[in-house]
């Protein structure tokens, strides 16, 4: 029997007919808003330190982050995320050096705010740029000890937000520190100071680069016991509850690309924005894999944040931000 060509009413392709109509009815797309852009900041004066692993992104000293963060905000970014990378001697046990107001990071974060008063700060709390175990809680006997961890992270969110961070983002994943961090900041009289929850970050091998970029990696063990099992979807939806309920005022799925159906999940289960960050180990994919001549990088990009979007997500943290930013610029 002859196919019944006059059947065929429906006919998706002619909503791709042109680029008009194509971008008429395109249902996801990138904006520089979206947008947050991790830096590393090193000690020092008039440094640039390329990181291996990690193509056309650097540690800067102070002075030339600020430079970086200029010629960002030109390209119409407005958003940040600062990391330090610390020698062994601002390191110990119980990350001491995390909450002293003349460390490096604090300095930084009250430079960014009073060069760019309107630039938005997002800090990271987590014991591991600062522990000489390399661990993001007070490691004894073999253990990661939650709650005595969480008097660390209160007062480096103190400090942080008394430096002028505009949201602190705990990457510890130790249990109930957004309850504690939004109890530390209210007393503190830091009610309009937010909180961005590292709320299903996974155990992942995606972060070895960043590990390299600040000489953090675990000098012992791994991360297995507070970092979620990548094996558990069901298990993200409880810690976006918890958070949530304890006053997270966004919630973060990290790693991004091979987590598309957490965003995803989490996006439909909860009504705070959601935060992806694209982490070193997919940047670093991508960037070698377009220095080989094998893929478009710059396609591949656009093609990756575009799918993390589409996922749910509304805010990226990612190491592309200024590459896109100049891309969208020119369109
Ligand atoms: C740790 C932290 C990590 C990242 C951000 N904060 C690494 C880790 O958990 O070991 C990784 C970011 C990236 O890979 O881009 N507090």
Redesign the pocket.
Known sequence: MPFDFQSMRSRPRRNRQSAALRAMVEETSLSVADFIF?IFVIEGTNKKEPITSMPNIFRYSLDKLLEEIEECYALGIRAFAP?PSLTDEHKDSMATSSYDPENLYLKTITAIKEKFPDVFVMT?V?M?PYSSDGH?GIYKNGKIINDETLEILGKMAVAQARAGADYVAP??MMDGRVGYLRNALDEAGFQDVGIIA?TA?YASA??G???DALD??PRFGD?KTY?MNPANVREALLEAKLDIEEGADMIMV??ALSYLDVISRVNQNSHVPIVA?N???E?AMIKAGAEKGWIDGEKVMLEVLLSIKRAGAKVILS?FAKEVAQILSKI
Do not use: C, E, L, M
Request: hydrophobic share 20%; aromatic share 30%; glycine share 4%.
């Open positions: 991790p990391f990271d987590a591991d993001d990457s510890d590292y970050k995606f972060y680069p960043f590990r953090s990696a991360k970092q990290k790693p960050y982490v070193s180990g940047y190491y």
